[in-house]
């Protein structure tokens, strides 16, 4: 079984830019989330991806899209990026077994904006 | 508003002693409460969901609805326990978690 994993590991840009990063879920898995944690935080969720739709979204400004592609792997789009944005941004993958279920994380990558 | 507070970011026992890393929540539903891991260099993984009523590793974690707490306990705390614990709360059954900011656990020898 193949866990989570994320792609790349670290990245630097500047602001202003656009980003992409990337996310194939573990084998089995449907469900895409991810999450922003700025240093010393916990994880923030930016939105959820359910069969390649949106099921959900946390405070997050449009600028930070997202996409789940048929093989259920999902991209984060982030655009303009500003300063704050210098996080760890996680993936996590589930199977949608309804009301409670276990999210498998990947191991992040890591953005600074500089 | 829904909300994890963790009131501890560091948590210092020895070897052997008892810990208890505090977690208390906001929700106005029914919660559905995790405990997630984070050991040095390895990936967040679930420690362990209130639903199940399960021991890992030896940490037990009651839901208390009268005092909106989810406390994580273990009565004798090993080197190995070392490590970043964070408290979620599942939020509209929708895959949101909710996480606290985090207490980080050592353990000194």
């Known amino acids: 079984e193949t866990g989570v994993t994320q792609s790349p590991t670290h990245l630097i840009k500047t602001r202003g830019q656009q980003v992409t990063l990337r996310c194939s879920s573990q084998?089995?898995?449907?469900?895409v989330s991810w999450y922003q944690q700025a240093l010393g935080q916990g994880p923030q969720f930016i939105f959820q991806?359910?069969?390649?739709?949106?099921?959900g979204r946390g405070n997050f400004p449009p600028r930070f899209s997202g996409l789940q592609f048929p093989n259920y792997s999902s991209e984060l789009n982030v655009n303009a990026l500003e300063l704050d944005d210098s996080a760890l941004y996680l993936c996590?993958?589930?199977?949608?077994?309804?009301?409670?279920?276990?999210?498998?994380f990947g191991p992040g990558t890591r953005l600074t904006v500089t | 508003a829904q909300r994890v507070t963790q009131p501890e970011k560091l948590l210092s026992v020895f070897k052997g002693a008892p810990v208890e890393l505090k977690c208390n929540y906001s929700y106005s539903g029914s919660p559905e409460l995790f405990w997630y891991v984070q050991y040095s260099r390895q990936r967040l993984q679930l420690l362990l969901r209130h639903i199940s009523r399960e021991s890992i590793k030896g940490f037990t974690a009651d839901l208390n609805k009268g005092e909106t707490s989810f406390h994580l306990k273990k009565p004798f705390a090993q080197e190995e326990d070392s490590a970043m614990y964070y408290c979620?709360?599942?939020?509209?059954?929708?895959?949101?978690?909710?996480f606290g900011q985090g207490t980080e656990l050592s353990v000194k020898p």
């Open positions: 996590a993958s589930s199977p949608w077994t309804g009301a409670s279920y276990e999210q498998y």
């Open positions: 084998s089995g898995h449907n469900t």
């Open positions: 979620a709360l599942l939020y509209n059954q929708g895959g949101k978690l909710i």
């Open positions: 991806y359910y069969r390649e739709e949106e099921n």
